[in-house]
């Protein structure tokens, strides 16, 4: 059996309409619920939390734990966060940018 790829093929506009809906879920909606995220921090956080506490897209977040900027803990099948790790990574990431 041959495996075919074509690099060349686009995204079908229905499949991009369900990844942006995926990556909205993500996001804390709820301005109650985000005030409360960055004042009174839990924790761990899942990653629509961290995002919010730390001030960035949950995408922008993803990014940072793919180069290894940000921390994370995964425990069985979710990612989470620890908020003095958090903490830790976004001085570290504070220094580099100075």
């Known amino acids: 059996m041959t495996e075919h ?8 506009p229905s499949v991009a309409k369900e990844i942006r809906r995926t990556e909205t879920r993500l996001e804390i909606t709820d301005p109650s619920k985000a005030e409360r995220i960055r004042r009174d921090p839990p924790a761990r956080m899942t990653l629509a ?6 001030g960035f897209s949950p995408r922008s977040l993803r990014q940072y734990v793919r ?3 940000i921390s994370r803990i995964k425990i069985g099948g979710r990612i989470l966060f620890r ?4 903490d830790n990574d976004l001085i570290a990431l504070e220094q580099r940018a100075i």
């Open 49 to 54: 939390e961290a995002a919010c506490y730390c």
């Open 67 to 69: 180069n290894r900027s």
């Open 83 to 86: 908020r003095e790790q958090l």
């Open 5 to 12: 790829t074509n690099t060349n093929q686009t995204i079908p």
